[in-house]
């Protein structure tokens, strides 16, 4: 099997393809080794467009990842740059089977009532999982659950349900409960699996932060 790559997706329009080759500079910068696999474009990862089903082309990346023969995948967000050498997020996916970090807010908070369905949790339970940023997700496919993990994800990705919904909740159109702020696609699925398959969620600021390293061990920053 190849070692360990990262994959990265931009769609053909606004910023995202700025925000690839800024990702790729910066890994360059910071003398990373491995490969990565990047996509232009829906038709060139064979995934729905992202207006669709929003963020499924995630699950799709991870997936070449898988049956390309990698070990190690590590899927960074166009908005993400890397700051220093990512030994230490590629070692704790190996030792761990995955590296998923928190968001600071709750399933429960983005969930529309139609996911919870798909997800098979209550509102109550939702709002005791842990919400995950999945713009910095790292799996490692010699664990089984890493494995699981990837397939579930890209099955709620395809069925038409679980990734699909407003990023507010304004006028109650994701859900009748005044809690919810949104619906969060991507990540309120990857939480929710998480936490069924008992996949620990790093603290917030762990590995990665937004716009300013929160401390040493930050080797990727999200930058919008």
């Known amino acids: 099997m190849k070692k360990m790559c990262i994959v990265n997706f931009a769609t053909e329009t606004g910023w995202y393809k700025g925000g690839q080759i800024r990702l790729l500079e910066s890994l360059h910068a910071v003398g990373y080794k491995g490969d990565v696999l990047t996509w232009i474009g829906e038709e060139s990862l064979k995934c729905p467009s992202h207006q669709q089903v929003p963020y499924g082309f995630k699950t799709y990346a991870l997936a070449e990842a898988y049956f390309k023969g990698y070990e190690l995948a590590l899927l960074l967000d166009c908005s993400m740059v890397a700051i220093q050498p990512l030994d230490k997020i590629f070692n704790h ?35 005791s999982i842990r919400c995950c940023s999945a713009g910095c997700t790292g799996l490692n496919f010699k664990n089984t659950r890493s494995v699981d993990f990837l397939k579930q994800w890209h099955e709620k990705a395809n069925d038409n349900i679980t990734f699909i919904g407003a990023w507010d909740n304004k006028d109650g159109q994701v859900s009748t409960d005044s809690r919810v702020l949104g619906h969060r696609h991507d990540q309120t699925a990857a939480s929710v699996l998480a936490h069924k398959l008992n996949m620990k969620i790093m603290p917030r600021d762990y590995y990665f932060s937004y716009y300013t390293p929160r401390h040493e061990s930050i080797c990727i920053l999200c930058l919008r």
Do not use: K, M, N, P
Not at 98 to 121: E, K, M, N, P
């Open 93 to 127: 996916i190996e030792e761990h089977g995955h590296f998923i970090q928190d968001s600071g807010y709750d399933v429960g908070q983005w969930c529309s009532d139609a996911a919870l369905g798909t997800l098979q949790i209550t509102r109550e339970e939702a709002f």
